[in-house]
Nanobody, 119 residues
Framework: QVQLVESGGGLVQAGGSLRLSCAAS????????MGWFRQAPGKEREFVGT????????RYADSVKGRFTISRDNAKNTVYLQMNSLKPEDTAVYYC????????????WGRGTQVTVSS
């Protein structure tokens, strides 16, 4: 079982930055690929980005590429989402999720943290 807790959300003006953190309670954090997703009001949850178990590989949605950066610290069981040049359309609840290496689905989810970007 993997427990995930996001933090770092808040209210920021357009053009600003925020860094989200996701702390994982699991012994084998380095065995999990980690993903960030978001869900805006009235919309379906969408993929933001993912990072491999070692941190050596990342992939991003086109909508955030060049503005968002995912990193992880396996010694601290934590994954980060650095968000720069924020836009009002980035407003959403942001969730982190874990997918065990060798498996295709994200099974474990945090409760999310709200990010609101004002224009």
């Amino acid at each position: 079982q993997v427990q995930l807790v996001e933090s770092g959300g808040g209210l920021v003006q357009a053009g600003g930055s925020l860094r989200l953190s996701c702390a994982a309670s699991v012994r084998t954090f380095s065995s999990y690929n980690m993903g960030w997703f978001r869900q805006a009001p009235g919309k379906e949850r969408e993929f933001v980005g993912t990072i491999s178990s070692s941190g050596g590989s990342t992939r991003y949605a086109d909508s955030v590429k060049g503005r968002f950066t995912i990193s992880r610290d396996n010694a601290k069981n934590t994954v980060y989402l650095q968000m720069n040049s924020l836009k009002p359309e980035d407003t959403a609840v942001y969730y982190c999720s874990a997918r065990r290496v060798g498996f295709s689905e994200y099974v474990f989810w945090g409760r999310g943290t709200q990010v609101t970007v004002s224009s």
